[in-house]
Structures are given as structure tokens and as C-alpha cells.
Nanobody
């Protein structure tokens, strides 16, 4: 069970931090990812981190602005979003799967999903 929080309304150039808290599973040993669905578009992954910690990937448009991180003590994964742009407006959610060696950006590889949280960036 994943619970997402931290969305909201922010001006362009601002920052938000999304949280994905787990219950019933321990993120240690899980690959995790953040995805978003912009209005009228398909879901896309924006950041993902492999269970081993050896691989972290970002979608090109968020590189240098978004950071995925974990706090194992709090069993929580974060998405720090800086220098937000209006095109970042979307519903964001997190996903997790134990282990996994396949593509971190393939939704079929995940079996735990959090609910979405709205992020709105105004100009």
C-alpha cells in the first residue's frame, strides 16, 4: 500500500516535494518510480531508482530539476521537484516492485501503485 502526498499549486520556478509512504512493504529491496499523467497525454515515467541503488533514471525534460530519493528509516520515497514549469502540471503517482532487473520505465514491471496527487504549476 503506497500513499502519495505533497502535491499542490505552485508558481513556475517554484519547488514541491512529493512523498510516497509505504505500508505493508519495506522499500529496501524494491525498485521505485515516479510517473505522471499530463492532461490529454499518456502516463510517462519521470524518475526511477533500482532496488540495488546502482541505477537511477530521469526523463529528459526533468533532468537537473527533479531528484528521486529514499529514506529507509521512514520507509518513504521522495520526488524533489525544483524549477517547476507549467508543462510539469500533471497527476503524479509512485510505483514499486520488489527487486526487478527489467526496464524501470515500463509500467508492466510494477505491481504496487500509489494514488495520484495533483501538481499544478501556474505561470
Amino acid at each position: 500500500h503506497l500513499v502519495v502526498s505533497g502535491g499542490g499549486l505552485v508558481q513556475a520556478g517554484g519547488s514541491l516535494r512529493l512523498s510516497c509512504a509505504a505500508s505493508g512493504l519495506t522499500f529496501s529491496g524494491y525498485s521505485v518510480a515516479w510517473s505522471r499523467q499530463r492532461p490529454g497525454q499518456e502516463r510517462e515515467f519521470v524518475a526511477a531508482n533500482r532496488w540495488s541503488g546502482l541505477n537511477t533514471y530521469y526523463e529528459d525534460s526533468v533532468k537537473g530539476r527533479f531528484t528521486i530519493s529514499r529514506d529507509n528509516a521512514k520507509n518513504t520515497v521522495y520526488l524533489q521537484m525544483n524549477n517547476l514549469k507549467t508543462e510539469d502540471t500533471a497527476v503524479y503517482c509512485c510505483a514499486a516492485v520488489r527487486g526487478m532487473v527489467g526496464s524501470l520505465f515500463d509500467p508492466l514491471n510494477y505491481n504496487y501503485w500509489g494514488q495520484g496527487t495533483q501538481v499544478t504549476v501556474s505561470s
